[in-house]
Antibody
Framework: QVTLRESGPALVKPTQTLTLTCTFS??????????VSWIRQPPGKALEWLAR???????YYSTSLKTRLTISKDTSKNQVVLKMTNMDPVDTATYYC?????????????WGQGTMVTVSS | QSALTQPPSASGSPGQSVTISCTGT?????????VSWYQQHPGKAPKLMIY???KRPSGVPDRFSGSKSGNTASLTVSGLQAEDESDYYC???????????FGGGTKLTVL
């Protein structure tokens, strides 16, 4: 069974750096075609794709946020970490990690439950 | 990458069919057969309903179908049921050096 679970702080202050960890099981991120992405959703708003890391360690970032984002993986721990610098109240959102499968046409087939992050002083 | 365009809302009565559109450009929707659709109930994570424009994952009812014409993809829900009331999002691959893009979401109401 494939599962993903997000973890990190529920509350961060403006200007701080947010660090989120996605811990997954049931697959290996070293397998060809496996990728993990971070997606966020502000309250009442649409999904926004933030970053993606691939089995071969290729990384992709949102054009509008790329200067603030860093994605990395620890294959031995089955974890993907997202860092977002200079947090602002507009970054308040539920943050999801999801498995993306190249061989399913770059679709997200399994999602974590999400973690709500509030940015406030 | 610019978001794909979806209508904010759609509705239909039980048993009817409803179609939700997702319009992009030749750089995303029109350029690849890599459009996927997600259903999201309130407070829940999205769920994959359609991938590669027309394919359904195991367990998704065949009432859900996908299609594409030019730069516009569509999700059709036939034989509407109360549990289909949800938000629906499309997503598209946008090339080898890009992240991909989501639509703005459509709230489907079953009347």
């Amino acid at each position: 069974q494939v599962t993903l679970r997000e973890s990190g702080p529920a509350l961060v202050k403006p200007t701080q750096t947010l660090t989120l960890t996605c811990t997954f099981s049931g697959f290996s991120l070293s397998t060809n075609g496996m990728c993990v992405s971070w997606i966020r959703q502000p309250p009442g708003k649409a999904l926004e794709w933030l970053a993606r890391i691939d089995w071969d360690d290729d990384k992709y970032y949102s054009t509008s946020l790329k200067t603030r984002l860093t994605i990395s993986k620890d294959t031995s721990k089955n974890q993907v970490v997202l860092k977002m610098t200079n947090m602002d109240p507009v970054d308040t959102a539920t943050y999801y990690c999801a498995r993306l499968r190249v061989h399913l046409g770059f679709a997200f087939d399994i999602w974590g439950q999400g973690t709500m992050v509030t940015v406030s002083s | 990458q610019s978001a794909l365009t979806q209508p904010p809302s759609a509705s239909g009565s039980p048993g009817q069919s409803v179609t939700i559109s997702c319009t992009g450009t030749s750089s995303d929707v029109g350029g690849y057969n890599y459009v996927s659709w997600y259903q999201q109930h309130p407070g829940k994570a999205p769920k994959l309903m359609i991938y590669e424009v027309t394919k359904r994952p195991s367990g998704v009812p065949d009432r859900f179908s996908g299609s594409k014409s030019g730069n516009t993809a569509s999700l059709t829900v036939s034989g509407l049921q109360a549990e289909d009331e949800s938000d629906y999002y499309c997503s598209s691959y946008a090339g080898s050096n890009n992240l991909g893009v989501f639509g703005g979401g459509t709230k489907l109401t079953v009347l």
